[in-house]
């Protein structure tokens, strides 16, 4: 779930299970291969347990994305499948609303997560389980140095270079800098967002190149840790004292745990200005029923059954076998594994502050834009103004393209 799909080939294994049919036929369900022990056996236990339809689950190792893009195009997908939403799947329609499964569990769903399973007011997907990023430090090596918990990006870099010994690095935010996991937060600290909600660029901005200024200058300190042994969904360079602070994800919190007891906190990506708000990127994929299925409306009930009304199935999925948040509040409230310390309060980023990492109408070449922008800035100095704005021309295209 944290790192999402991983490596090779279209071909997968289908799971044995089948549920017990009562006139519903068969529904094929499809997942990518997620890496942690149990889930597999967990969501064919599910499907044995539905009754009104067979529902086959077929497990898919390998570049996930790109499988079920493909099946979609090509009219041979799935019934139910697990995605992310993008714009272009309700453009070319190749899924249906499910406005209608939700009723009175609507509001039950952080808005946030809900929202980036919406277009233009409808909902396509129900999301399943939340991974999220956010800041983690160590509270005797900030006491140590009599650092407080920083609350603003000028107190981060403040903190980042007191922090900074011979042997420790005061921040760890990858090793390409943070390039390839900073783009929202450091958008949303200055008051921005990749787009606006009339679908205009919204980083064309004298704030966006100041804000990427202090990544640069990050990057060219004595204080950041690069070239680390594991990259930043790895907490280890925290773990092993390599850094101070770390960027990574919730899904480190029981290894940090192991690791250092109660000696970590955890933060969002602070403001850069009075404009701009902390915030933490999450990512939920959300159950999908295909609009090229001939069982529609049989698939869109085995959706709401699993996803909206089986709550006990849901916190499952979410909590025995990795470490996420449900989409629901109310499960995410009943969970003995979120109710303190640093689980307690990603709980509380993700409801008060979370931001999807990727919405909807943020397409794939609209991000390679923003990228290679942020690399040459930050790694190579390149001018933030001039680079921005050359961003901003690839985005308007994509915007062009997809809203005329």
């Not at 160590?138 to 042997?167: F, H, M, N, W, Y």
């Not at 109310?330 to 980023?349: C, E, H, I, N, T």
């Not at 390149?382 to 690839?394: I, Q, R």
Request: net charge neutral; charged share 20%.
């Amino acid at each position: 779930m944290a790192g999402g799909v991983t490596a090779a080939g279209l071909l997968a294994a289908c799971g044995t299970n089948t549920g017990r049919s009562s006139g519903g036929g068969t529904i094929e369900q499809w997942y990518h291969a997620y890496g942690e022990a149990g889930v597999q056996q967990a969501v064919e236990r599910y499907a044995k347990a539905y009754t009104d339809a067979t529902v086959q689950v077929q497990w898919n190792p390998g570049d996930y994305d790109s499988k079920i893009a493909s099946a979609l195009a090509a009219s041979n997908g799935p019934d139910v499948f697990e995605s992310t939403l993008r714009v272009d799947m309700v453009r070319s329609k190749q899924i249906v609303s499910l406005d209608d499964l939700l009723g009175d569990a609507r509001s039950d769903f952080t808005e946030s997560v809900l929202a980036s399973h919406t277009v233009d007011g409808q909902v396509y997907g129900i999301p399943q389980a939340v991974d999220m990023q956010m800041l983690f430090y160590r509270k005797s090596l900030l006491a140590k140095a009599g650092v407080q918990p920083p609350s603003s990006v000028a107190e981060l870099i403040d903190a980042a270079r007191r922090l900074t010994t011979d042997k420790v690095k005061g921040l760890f935010l990858g090793n390409d800098g943070g390039v390839g996991v900073l783009a929202g937060p450091l958008l949303w600290s200055a008051g921005l967002d990749y787009l606006t909600p009339d679908h205009k660029v919204g980083f064309d901005d004298p704030l966006a190149a100041e804000s990427v200024g202090k990544l640069r200058q990050l990057f060219t300190s004595n204080s950041l840790l690069l070239g680390a042994p594991a990259d930043w969904s790895d907490p280890s360079a925290f773990t092993q004292g390599l850094t101070a602070m770390q960027w990574t994800g919730l899904w480190t919190v029981p290894q940090v745990q192991k690791a250092l007891g109660d000696d970590f906190g955890v933060l969002p990506w602070p403001a850069l200005n009075g404009a701009g708000k902390a915030s933490v990127p999450f990512g939920a994929y959300g159950s999908m029923v295909n609009a090229k299925s001939t069982k529609i409306d049989a698939a869109k009930k085995y959706v709401q059954w699993l996803w909206v009304q089986r709550g006990d199935y849901q916190q499952d999925f979410d909590l025995s076998y990795g470490f996420h948040i449900p989409a629901r509040k109310s499960l995410a409230a009943k969970a003995d594994k979120l109710k303190s310390g640093p689980a307690a309060d990603a709980v509380r980023f993700v409801q008060d502050l979370g931001r999807p990492q990727n919405p909807p109408p943020w397409t794939a070449k609209m991000q390679l834009a923003l990228s290679d922008s942020l690399n040459k800035i930050v790694r190579s100095g390149a001018d933030a103004t001039t680079e921005l704005k050359n961003a901003a021309g690839s985005v308007q295209t994509e915007l062009k393209r997809l809203y005329g």
